[in-house]
């Protein structure tokens, strides 16, 4: 039996490359781990919430920002997505307009407040029979949704009998399926069993979600023995039934509708004397630590079946659902340890989340 897993070079449907001195770091990062492509969240500061033109006070444009990675090294991508952040400034017409020029083929829907730089954000309610949707519908362009409810008090933010997700599952989702019946729907790092199942159960050519390695790894009892405060990010990692749910669904042979997007965000300052930064930066190990999850989710990944799991939720089914193609060159991963190292940026350190998991990577990658 070979000790090495061959798969095409895999992409990832959502992560996060700031903006700034550091972003050539990062973007290297993710290059360095067989990394076809991206998809760059448009929470920097100012967002962007513009379609064409430089950057301004009021915000990037995706032309501006596309610029801004490509200049640091992302032109390595075959594919790179920038999604338009929803602001009270998105108009239809912008949407008709991006969709047209080919800058615009998805928007980000960010609850209010509700993770790092959302408060540009504009609760879901306004959304639902809005223009501006009705215009991503009209034009095939795609909403990815941070689905969690905004402006709950903290006993009804997390809680074992309902969190900020399964409420946004139970709530939103149906509704906005339902008014839009055209619109195509990436439901953004999944988290809990209740919206896992919401998506098994939608249409599977118009609901796809991206899964992180820490959710598929990790529940709440590891971040809260210790403080793990690496682990921490948004959603929060939740309960075993959860875990196991989304394991059950990356698992299932043939599914097309889960995918990788590993939500790595790095944070140079995490912990605060008045709290902590949401978000794990996964750069440089994120395909041994989704390696690890189906291992531990109980897949054999030198089996056929469980290598076909692997390779759609890595490789191929985040393309297929964008409607683009997957990629022609290879990347290996062999059955030998490696390690993580932390990443020096220009204002602090970028600390990757298996620091103080007590987890060593027993996977390696060439490129
Ligand atoms: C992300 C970040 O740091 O930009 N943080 C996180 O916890 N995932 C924002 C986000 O995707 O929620
Ligand atoms: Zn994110």
Partial sequence: MSDFLKLPRWFDLHTHFRQGENVAAYIADHVAMGCAGALAMPNTQPPVSRIEGGLANDGWSIEGYRKTLNDAGATAFEKLIVPLYLTRETTADDIERGAKSGLLQACKYYPPHGTTNSEHGVP??????????????????????????????GAEYFDAKATAESKFYAEWMPRLLEAHPNLKL????ITTKAAADFVTTAPSERVGATITPQHLLYTVGHLIQGLKYHLYCLPIVKFESDRDALRDTVLQAGQTQFFAGTDSAPHTTKATECGCAAGCYTGGCAPQLYAMAFEEAGADLFSEAGKAAFKRFLCTNGPAFYGFDASAETFTMSKTPSTTRTLAAEDGTVIPLPTGMDLELTWSLSV
């Fill in 186 to 189: 990436v439901c953004e790092h």
């Fill in 124 to 153: 879901v309610e306004e959304w639902i029979g809005h223009d501006v949707l009705r215009a991503m519908e009209a034009n095939d362009v795609m909403l990815c949704l941070h689905g969690e409810q905004h402006g709950l008090a």
